[in-house]
């Protein structure tokens, strides 16, 4: 069983930067490749960026790669998402997740099993 908690979201103007953190509970936080997704009004979550266990490969959707940047702490339990060069079209609910028996499908929303409340992200023009 893993529990997340995501913090670090609010209300920033374009060309910000704003670090999410994403803390879990549980055993099998080490062993878990952990992703970050987000979700606009009226649209379907979407991959945002993905690391493996070891925090040996990252991954990120084309449309941040560049600007944000994912990692992990396994000593602290945390997984971070810094957000540099902020966009408007970034505004979301962004969600931290959890795929506890690793698989090959890191951008996919059905591999991860373990999903955070989220939090809000606002981008101004």
């Known amino acids: 069983q893993v529990q997340l908690v995501e913090s670090g979201g609010g209300l920033v103007q374009a060309g910000g930067s704003l670090r999410l953190s994403c803390a879990a509970s549980?055993?099998?936080?080490?062993?878990?490749?952990m992703g970050w997704f987000r979700q606009a009004p009226g649209k379907e979550r979407e991959f945002v960026a993905s690391?493996?266990?070891?925090?040996?490969?990252?991954y990120y959707a084309a449309s941040v790669k560049g600007r944000f940047t994912i990692s992990r702490d396994n000593a602290k339990n945390t997984v971070y998402l810094q957000m540099n060069s902020l966009k408007p079209e970034d505004t979301a609910v962004y969600y931290c997740?959890?795929?506890?028996?690793?698989?090959?499908?890191?951008?996919?929303?059905?591999?991860?099993?373990?999903w955070g409340q989220g939090t809000q992200v606002t981008v101004s023009s």
């Open positions: 690391i493996k266990w070891s925090g040996g490969s990252t």
């Open positions: 997740a959890a795929d506890s028996r690793p698989g090959p499908y890191m951008d996919s929303v059905y591999e991860y099993d373990y």
């Open positions: 549980g055993r099998t936080f080490s062993s878990s490749n």
